[in-house]
């Protein structure tokens, strides 16, 4: 996390190669092998975040990245419905995981940002992908699903 004008080239390309390109490998290799094997019915899920529809100060790398996997999410749907597969995404809001941190004031903060006041469980996002996953969400193809305690919706 740092102001764009003290973000180097090299800060911002580590972000961008893991959380945009890795998609995009993701994507192209999962879909070459479901074409190779003519499998129909397929879906692939990618994660993008709040933060790819919207910024904050000191994030540019990443909500580059995570507007890019929406971008690529949507793309990939209209590309690869020809063969059944169908692209998806989640964008979760904050989780409460070790890469946020352990400092309990700084969850408390971002706790406050989510509708009900408390971080997302990672079970919440995981039955969220494992619904789109599933037969239920056949009609669901090139959105990105929020799962976000409604951070989106609203301003605390």
């Known amino acids: 996390v740092k102001p764009f004008l003290e973000m180097d080239p090299e800060s911002y ?3 961008v190669d893991v959380d945009q390109h890795g998609v995009y490998y993701g994507m192209y290799y999962a879909a070459r092998k479901m074409v190779e094997l003519g499998v129909t019915g397929a879906t692939i899920v ?14 540019f790398n990443y909500h580059a990245a995570k507007a890019a ?11 690869l419905a020809q063969y059944g597969i169908r692209v998806v995404g989640v964008a979760p809001g904050f989780i ?13 903060s971002l706790a406050q940002l989510h509708m009900r006041k408390k971080l997302i469980q990672p079970e919440k996002v995981a039955e969220v992908v494992t619904f789109l996953f599933s037969e239920k969400a056949d009609a669901i193809n090139g959105q990105v699903i929020p799962v976000d305690d409604g951070f ?4 605390g």
């Open 13 to 15: 390309h580590r972000v």
């Open 69 to 79: 996997v929406i971008a690529m999410t949507k793309s990939g749907a209209i590309e």
């Open 96 to 108: 409460e995981t070790p890469i946020i941190g352990e400092d309990q004031e700084f969850l408390d």
């Open 46 to 59: 990618n994660t993008a975040s709040i933060y790819g529809t919207m910024v904050s100060i000191g994030s």
């Open 152 to 155: 989106l919706s609203f301003k």
